[in-house]
C-alpha cells in the first residue's frame, strides 16, 4: 500500500521540498516530470497546482497534499485537516490575501468600492468578503500580474503578499486584509479512516511539525568548570532549560541547550567571558516536544 501525497507546484515547491528534507525526506523533481520522487516506497507524489490541490484530495484522486488554507475555502472542499503548516516561500509564516488600491486613488475603504471592479484569483471568498461588508462590485477573475491592472483595467485587487514589496512596487497601498492564510496538510475523508493510511499522516504530522519547530534555531553544547557554572547559566536566557550533566573529570560539567539562532552570535562571547569552553554550536533539522 502507498500514500499518494500532492505536492504543491509553484511558489509554495521549494519551501515544501526543503521542509521535507528537514523532516527526513528527500523529494527529487524533474522539470519533465509532475511524478517527483521519494525516498519513501510507502509514499509517492505528485505535482499539483495549490489552486488545484483541494479539489482532486476531495475527489480522492490524492489521498493527501498540502496546499494553502485559501484555496481549501476558495473550492469549498470537503477534506480532513491533518496539520495546520505555518511556513510559507519567504518568511515561513502566515501570507495575507489583501484589498490594495493606487496609492494616489479616491479608495479608503472597502465602502468606496460600491459599483467598483476588482480583479482577483481569489474570486468566491473575495465576494464572502464584500457581502460581509454589504458591498456589491464586479469581481473579475484575474490570470496573473494582478498586482499591474489598477487603474486602467480594475479598481482594485484583492492579492496575496507575504511582505507587501510587489505591491508598493507598483504604487498600491492595502486597504484591508480579506483572508489570512497558511499551508494545510489536508486528506481525503476516506483515506483518512483507512487506518494505515492514517497512521502514515500522523507520523508525517509529527515529523513535519518538527522540522517547523526548529527552523530558526541551533542547538549549543559547552562545557564549564562547576565555579563558573552559575556564571554560564546566567548568560543563557531565563526561558530557556538547558540540560546540565557531569563529564568524567569531577570538577566539569556538560551544559546542552537550544537557542534561537540570531541570538548566537551575542550569547557565545558572553559564554566565553563566563568561563565556558569547547563551545559547540550545530544546526537543528526537527525538534519533537
Not at 521535507?20 to 527529487?28: C, E, L, P, Q, W
Not at 505591491?167 to 476516506?190: D, F, P
Not at 556538560?254 to 569552553?277: F, M
Request: glycine fraction near 8%.
Amino acid at each position: 500500500m502507498k500514500l499518494k501525497l500532492g505536492i504543491p507546484k509553484g511558489s509554495l515547491e521549494n519551501a515544501t521540498v526543503e521542509l521535507f528534507r528537514r523532516a527526513g525526506f528527500n523529494i527529487s523533481v524533474s522539470s519533465r516530470s509532475y511524478f517527483p520522487s521519494i525516498d519513501d516506497p510507502e509514499m509517492e507524489c505528485m505535482l499539483i497546482r495549490a489552486q488545484e490541490m483541494a479539489r482532486y484530495v476531495e475527489d480522492g484522486i490524492l489521498d493527501a497534499g498540502l496546499t494553502g488554507l485559501d484555496w481549501v475555502e476558495e473550492v469549498g472542499a470537503d477534506v480532513h485537516v491533518v496539520a495546520d503548516l505555518v511556513y510559507a516561500k519567504q518568511s515561513f509564516g502566515k501570507v495575507r490575501w489583501v484589498l490594495a488600491v493606487p496609492e494616489t486613488g479616491p479608495f479608503q475603504s472597502v465602502k468606496d468600492l460600491e459599483g467598483k471592479i476588482i480583479a482577483t484569483e481569489l474570486v468566491e471568498a473575495t465576494k464572502k468578503y464584500l457581502a460581509r461588508n454589504g458591498v456589491t462590485a464586479k469581481v473579475e477573475f484575474s490570470w496573473g500580474a494582478t498586482e499591474v491592472k489598477p487603474p486602467v483595467l480594475a479598481d482594485a485587487i484583492v492579492e496575496v503578499t507575504e511582505t507587501g514589496s510587489s505591491l508598493r512596487a507598483n504604487n498600491l497601498k492595502i486597504l484591508e486584509t480579506v483572508l489570512e492564510s497558511n499551508t494545510q496538510l489536508i486528506a481525503n475523508k476516506g483515506a483518512w479512516q483507512d487506518e494505515w493510511k492514517r497512521k502514515k499522516l500522523q507520523d508525517l504530522k509529527l515529523l513535519l511539525d518538527g522540522a517547523i519547530g526548529a527552523m530558526g534555531k541551533v542547538g549549543l553544547m559547552l562545557n564549564v568548570h562547576k565555579d563558573n557554572l552559575a556564571a554560564v547559566l546566567g548568560v543563557l536566557p531565563a526561558l530557556k532549560r538547558p540540560t546540565v550533566s557531569g563529564l568524567s573529570e569531577g570538577e566539569w560539567m556538560a551544559v546542552n541547550t537550544i537557542l534561537d539562532e540570531s541570538t548566537v552570535r551575542t550569547i557565545i562571547p558572553r559564554l566565553k567571558q563566563a568561563g565556558a569552553e569547547g563551545i559547540v554550536e550545530y544546526p537543528l533539522n526537527k525538534i519533537v516536544m
